[in-house]
């Protein structure tokens, strides 16, 4: 779901990557979205972050799950 690279200038993209539920974040998503953040960060060439999300959308917030589910 998260996606993640640093171009040689240094420069990071981050693309969530679940552009059928408007890039949204459930519980795991957020953990896996703190990952890549944590992983780019400790990159001693790292300039900036861009954080995106997939297709024609941006990062829409956090996905609620149905009643009753565990996420």
Do not use: C, W, Y
């Not at 690279?5 to 990071?12: H, T």
């Not at 552009?19 to 519980?27: C, H, I, S, V």
């Amino acid at each position: 779901m998260i996606r993640s690279r640093i171009d040689p200038r240094g420069v990071a993209l981050v693309t969530v990557d679940n552009a059928e539920q408007r890039n949204a974040l459930g519980n795991a998503g957020k953990r896996e979205l703190a990952e890549a953040l944590e992983a780019v960060a400790a990159d001693p060439g790292l300039r900036v972050v861009v954080l995106t999300g997939s297709g024609d959308r941006s990062i829409s917030g956090h996905n609620f799950p149905p009643p009753g589910s565990r996420e």
